[in-house]
Every structure is written in structure tokens, then in C-alpha cells.
């Protein structure tokens, strides 16, 4: 089982890509229209998911419910498809929500800037001034979407396992080339510990879903780390009642054997809805 992570600039053919990745593999393509249906089944509404889906969040926005109520669905959608196959994630901070995944293969693809405003004259139907308006609102956005919501910094090359310019080559050799690079490092047992790892991450988002969501329990900093089907939860809670009723709600979620409660007790700090 493996999940390739696509982090893209506007203009470096990057849903290009994805789409040819998808046809020599046969893995399902996790994208904008994949993921949104799915948030939607989840109860967030498709005018905050165009609102914060790949933008840069203003200060107060990013500190909003909205933004760890996003956070929280797309990280559920992603694992929860995950968890089903082989996929290729398009954005959507997918290479941070998968980077502890020994099956992860995290790509970044760009092209020089000019080449960029080409295609992006191409794609918009508009001139070049207005084309580089876009792509550097597109830049922007993708950048700081991915700081902000994930903490990722999509300039730093560290954080891939490679990176394309596809100044030279187009969408299918660069495909190819992710795809000999997959069959180069992630092997049966990085599959099979990427199998492992994703179907604890899934269970952990369950249960923080359970919690949160379902049992309307109201904690700081919550996580849920899973191990099999032992969960251990960490966090802050300012009662007792509501450590018990967290600790519950856990023990519940179909898949957990046992629960093991960190969660600290803080009464002298307030939890606001």
C-alpha cells in the first residue's frame, strides 16, 4: 500500500501529472473533487470548504473553529481513503497529513515562472498581466495554506522525496519518473508497515472524531495515538467529568481494545466553544 503526495504550482502540469500517475498505476486520484463530496457527507459546508480549501487564511480565520473543524475532516477523508489502497494525493496537505507514513512517497513539482505564466494564459484565457495575477495569488494561497493548516513549508526540498521541474519533460515522462521512483524505494515492507501505520492513524482519527464530534466532550490540544487497537489519549481538560466522558467515547469507537488516558487535568484555564 502506498500514497503518493503531489504538492503542485499553478502552471507546473501538475493535475496533468496526477491524471497520467493514476493511469500507469491504476491508484484512485484523491483530489479537489474526490476529497470535497466527502467533506460534505461529513456535515462541512461546500461554501467554508471553497473558502478554505488551498487559501491562505487570514490572522483570525486561522485560529477559527472553521480551520480545526477543516483540519479535522480532511485529515478523516484522507485516511479514511487511504486506508482502502494504493492512492495519489493532489494537495490538500496531504505530504504533512501522510509524512510519518514509511510508504509515502512526497513529490513537489514546478516549473520556471515564465513557463508557468505560459500555461497559465493557456488555462485562464486572459493575457499575461492578468495571468501572473493569478499565479501569484496561486502561490500565495497554496504556500500558506500549507504553513498554516499543516505546518508544511512546500519551499523547503528537505520536506520531498523528490522534486521535478518539468521545464524539459512533459506530464507523462514526469509520471513516469514518480512512478520509477516508487517501484525503486517503497518495497513489500515499507508497504506492509505503511499498511500498519495508516490503519492506526485512521482508528486514532476516529476516535478524536468520537469525542469531539460525537460526544461533544470540549478538550484542548486533543490526540489520539493509536497502536493497534490500544489508543492513548493526550490533551487538557479543565474537569474531571470531561476527562471520564473523553476516556468513554474512546472505548467505544469500534477497533479500540484498550484506552490509555494522558490527558491532563488544567483546571485554571478555560475552554471556549
Known sequence: MAVITI???LGSLGEEIAKELGRIT???????????PLLAGYG??????????EKR?????????????????VK????????????????????????NVPSRLAVRITAPLELRLRRAVDLCLCDEKHARLVVEQSDHDRGGFNKIFFGLDWNDLCAFDLAISTAR?????????????RRLVVDEEREAAGRTKLADMALGQRVVTSIVYQSKVRLQSLEAAAD??????????????AL???????????????????????????IYP
Open 76 to 99: 478523516t477523508a484522507l485516511f479514511e481513503e487511504a486506508v482502502k489502497g494504493d492512492c495519489i494525493v493532489v494537495g490538500r496537505g496531504g505530504t504533512a497529513v501522510f509524512k
Open 26 to 36: 491504476g491508484y484512485r486520484i484523491l483530489d479537489k473533487g474526490y476529497i470535497e
Open 57 to 73: 487564511p487570514g490572522f483570525w480565520a486561522s485560529l477559527s473553529e472553521d480551520r480545526s473543524d477543516y483540519i479535522h475532516y
Open 228 to 241: 493497534g487497537g490500544s489508543v492513548t489519549l493526550y490533551g487538557l481538560a479543565n474537569t474531571q467529568h
Open 7 to 9: 504538492v503542485r504550482d
Open 244 to 270: 471520564d466522558r473523553a476516556a468513554a467515547a474512546a472505548a467505544a469507537v469500534p477497533g479500540v481494545s484498550e484506552v490509555k488516558n494522558e490527558i491532563q487535568l488544567a483546571q485554571e484555564f478555560s
Open 169 to 181: 519533460m512533459d506530464a507523462v515522462q514526469a509520471a513516469e519518473t514518480i512512478d520509477r521512483l
Open 44 to 53: 462541512f459546508k461546500p461554501e467554508l470548504q471553497e473558502k478554505l480549501d
